[in-house]
């Protein structure tokens, strides 16, 4: 799974392996990629939501996870939301100062979501979406929260997420990946201005 090549100066990449009773995930994330995607959870929809977050955040993801899909996908979802978070707080400490702030409202058909983030330092997650349904295909609507916290929570990430409007659960996942990725994109860029992100002259 080996996408990228490694220990370029100034690339902001990272590779990473977690191994527990319950899961066995290795990423490799180069957040200046170009979409490079190798994305292999064992839960397709989930796959699919990776694959859009990858795409339009803009970033190079090899992602594979082993999990006990055999009790749910639980621990699968949540734990690769660990390591898919520490992955890019791991590419971000190349020093730069980057704009840290961004938010994106992305419409999908009838769903319309809000997402805005702080690359702060700080893990927290503020959720505000309701789903219909208990599953889209095989991804337990109630673990896209869950795979958010765990992934905020190791990245530093402060991260709203609000559901202004949606009909149909697969429309507003993908509105929420797709968001995720372009909102990423933009907090990561690398800033113009010196010390851009407080006042305090480092990341507060
Ligand atoms: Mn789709």
Redesign the pocket.
Known sequence: MNLMSKNSPGVRFAELTRETSETNIQVVLDLDGGSRRDILTGIGFFD?MLE?FAFHGQVDVGLGAEGDLEVDDHHTVEDTGIVLGKAIREALTTGDAIERYSSVHVPMDDALVLIAMDISGRGHLSWNVTFKRDRVGDLATENVREFFRALTAHAGITLHVRMIAGEND?HIC?AIFKGFGRALHLATRIAERRNANSTKGKQD
Do not use: G, N, Q
Request: glycine share 0%.
């Open positions: 699919h859009l697969h993908e």
